[in-house]
T-cell receptor, first 116, second 110 residues
Framework: GAGVSQSPSNKVTEKGKDVELRCDPI?????LYWYRQSLGQGLEFLIY????????KSGLPSDRFSAERTGGSVSTLTIQRTQQEDSAVYLC??????????????FGPGTRLTVT | GQNIDQPTEMTATEGAIVQINCTYQ??????LFWYQQHAGEAPTFLSY????GLEEKGRFSSFLSRSKGYSYLLLKELQMKDSASYLC???????????FGTGTRLLVSP
């Protein structure tokens, strides 16, 4: 079946503008994660959604970052008043129901954000 | 806190064997993952270890020692297509986010 998809694949924006990044997880996957990967850096956890539970927002770097997940499926990561340090690849991943012991995270291709 | 260390870069020759090490100090442990990431692409799952020992999967094997906070990924019969970054990630007990190392960039030469 289809994998995790993300859009747009590339986004160039001016400093101070808001951006929205979209993630479509694999159908039926209950857990969804957002990560950020800066040049030469590892993946940095941003936020995690699991079913109807409150999201784990502990990785969001500032209050300019927010995310929502509608209907337990599609997720949108919003960055307000973008800064140049926000430039990175934003990766989304999903997993099946963790309670059943599925551990592998399936990653999308990412959105490359460039703030000029 | 969480700390995961991997070498930044390694080089090897086609047909050879390479071992990529990963050491971790984390507050709790519930498994270690290895992912492969080609330039400009998404990470793809290679292996998962939660118990001590060696897990073999074709040309790739992964080893874990929980008492030493140590893992390695062993790649045999290297091929040019194995040139990629290899990411070590630890899962904390909460079953939630993975904590990733910075990755090891492997360059395979002819």
């Amino acid at each position: 079946g289809a994998g995790v998809s993300q859009s747009p694949s590339n986004k160039v924006t001016e400093k101070g503008k808001d951006v929205e990044l979209r993630c479509d997880p694999i159908s039926g996957h209950t857990a969804l994660y957002w990560y950020r990967q800066s040049l030469g850096q590892g993946l940095e956890f941003l936020i995690y959604f699991q079913g109807n539970s409150a999201p784990d927002k502990s990785g969001l770097p500032s209050d300019r970052f927010s995310a929502e997940r509608t209907g337990g499926s599609v997720s949108t990561l919003t960055i307000q008043r973008t800064q140049q340090e926000d430039s990175a690849v934003y990766l989304c991943a999903s997993t099946p129901n963790l309670v059943l012991g599925s551990y592998e995270q399936y990653f999308g291709p990412g959105t490359r954000l460039t703030v000029t | 806190g969480q700390n995961i260390d991997q070498p930044t870069e390694m080089t090897a020759t086609e047909g050879a064997i390479v071992q990529i090490n990963c050491t971790y100090q984390t507050s709790g442990f519930n498994g270690l993952f290895w992912y492969q990431q080609h330039a400009g692409e998404a990470p793809t799952f290679l292996s998962y270890n939660v118990l001590d020992g060696l897990e073999e999967k074709g040309r790739f094997s992964s080893f874990l020692s929980r008492s030493k906070g140590y893992s390695y990924l062993l790649l045999k019969e290297l091929q040019m297509k194995d040139s990629a970054s290899y990411l070590c990630a630890v899962r904390p007990p909460s079953f939630q986010k993975l904590v990733f190392g910075t990755g090891t960039r492997l360059l395979v030469s002819p």
